[in-house]
């Protein structure tokens, strides 16, 4: 239908729940975003909610919170988001999101451009993302997770999988005591990392599963154990030479 479906403007204790949100966004669409979040908003909840979008606009988002305001107390929920776009897309795009959940949701994007599952920046403190699983296939660049300036949270038990040029499982600018745990994140491409970026401090890096093809599969040092990884035909070039060593 080429626009938003639902908008939610300075409200409170709100539940959004078992929608089938159908949407198609058409090259030079002015709407891009099924689900806008604006002013401020709190206590709020997605649940069970099938939102699926095929896109032949530039920078279009399943989920969108992107007005410099704090969004508190928000559930993100057993929601399905399948996005099919001729360019750059995102599924959740939040900003200054504090105390609030993003749980089992399961994400699917097939993509000619850059692509990104979950995109957090600025939040405050104390947000979790469990048990959800995203896959992206894309022609550019994938993010199944970007974090930035994220503080006193936890990132554990997602499935992760991306195939694209550049594959990222998680991706991580300033944060502070974040932990990445107990994750299964599969990144295939010609570079990318399954755990990785810059300025980060006290961060927990343990009991992951890692598949991929890139080198370098986490970039951190510090508090990085007991993770594991898959070698098969596909990535024994990254850790051995020709040799075996």
Wanted: proline share 0%; hydrophobic share 35%.
């Amino acid at each position: 239908n080429n626009r938003k479906a639902i908008v939610l403007d300075n409200v409170k204790d709100v539940s959004i729940t078992k929608n089938n949100i159908n949407v198609e966004f058409k090259k030079g669409s002015s709407d891009d975003s099924v689900i806008l979040i604006k002013n401020i908003c709190e206590n709020s909840i997605f649940s069970n909610n099938n939102i699926f979008i095929n896109s032949k606009r530039s920078n279009v988002y399943a989920i969108k919170a992107n007005d410099n305001n704090v969004y508190h107390g928000f559930l993100f929920a057993n929601n399905t988001i399948i996005m099919i776009s001729s360019s750059d897309c995102t599924a959740i795009s939040a900003d200054y999101l504090s105390d609030s959940k993003l749980k089992s949701n399961n994400i699917n994007i097939i993509s000619n451009g850059n692509s990104l599952g979950f995109d957090l920046s600025n939040s405050l403190d104390g947000v979790e993302l469990s048990g959800n699983e995203i896959i992206i296939h894309a022609d550019k660049n994938a993010y199944l997770i970007k974090l930035s300036n994220v503080n006193n949270s936890t990132i554990h038990d997602n499935k992760l999988y991306a195939q694209a040029s550049e594959a990222y499982g998680i991706y991580a600018v300033n944060l502070a005591d974040v932990s990445f745990n107990g994750n299964n994140i599969s990144t295939f491409g010609c570079g990318g990392n399954s755990i990785s970026g810059s300025n980060c401090n006290n961060l927990i890096v343990s009991n992951n599963l890692i598949h991929t093809n890139t080198s370098n599969p986490i970039l951190f040092n510090e508090n990085v154990k007991s993770n594991s990884f898959i070698i098969d035909n596909n990535n024994y070039g990254v850790y051995f030479d020709k040799n075996g060593n």
